[in-house]
């Protein structure tokens, strides 16, 4: 399966690349005129196995000195939130899919701080490349805790094959194209992961495939 699926995210993300290379240059344009530079925003996630890797997109918030750094809700612009919301700011990840750092499916790369937090079984998420949208995506995007996601991509990890890839991608592309299911709303930065406090908390039972069924539409 695994050759397979890096056939396919070679094959698709080289066709994504030419065919969106004229909304890239005007994203570019639009982040510049609005924001100036830098146009793109790099960041290390850890892929599979915990490998860093430099993520990139398109930037969305203000840059802002040490004196008055202020918070990410303050910082992300209006236009850095439209981007957001319609995902055009993750147009630059195909590159990242391109050179094999993640894939169109799996559970979205995380920051680098958050490894010593994971518990064993949600360390499990970096069994598998990232993905430009998971299983936790379709089911909720930021709309969602952190032991949600963390079970939401976990059971992607014990339940990963082909098929389940398509309908991601198929519920992805529905929810994008769907007016009703874009708010501002989902482009609210998730707050910091930061740890397990309780046994309760770091319990990442996986959850039944019907739960999955219910997708929370306040974040598309």
């Not at 990410?72 to 899919?97: F, H, K, M, Q």
């Not at 970096?126 to 936790?136: E, N, R, Y």
């Not at 969602?144 to 991608?169: C, G, K, T």
């Not at 929810?175 to 309760?200: K, Q, V, Y």
Request: charge should be positive.
């Amino acid at each position: 399966m695994r050759i397979i699926k890096r056939l396919g995210d070679l094959t698709l993300a080289s066709i994504l690349l030419l065919a969106t290379a004229p909304l890239i240059l005007l994203v570019a344009i639009v982040v510049f005129a609005a924001m100036g530079r830098p146009i793109l925003f790099r960041q290390t996630r850890l892929g599979r196995g915990m490998k860093p890797f430099r993520l990139l997109k398109f930037r969305t918030m203000r840059v802002t000195g040490v004196e008055s750094p202020g918070t990410d809700e303050t910082r992300l612009t209006r236009i850095g939130r439209w981007l957001r919301a319609s995902s055009l700011d993750e147009l630059p990840e195909l590159w990242n899919v391109l050179k094999g750092e993640m894939s169109f499916v799996g559970p979205r790369p995380l920051l680098v701080q958050y490894q010593d937090r994971y518990s064993p079984d949600q360390a499990r998420r970096h069994d598998v490349v990232p993905g430009l949208t998971g299983w936790a995506q379709v089911n909720g995007r930021n709309a969602i805790s952190w032991e949600q996601r963390f079970r939401y991509d976990l059971w992607y990890v014990d339940n990963q094959s082909l098929w389940l890839d398509v309908r991601i991608l198929c519920l992805t592309m529905w929810r994008l194209f769907d007016p009703r299911h874009i708010s501002a709303a989902g482009s609210t930065p998730m707050p910091e992961f930061m740890g397990n406090p309780s046994e309760e908390s770091a319990d990442s039972t996986s959850p039944r495939p019907d739960e999955g069924e219910q997708v929370d539409q306040r974040k598309w």
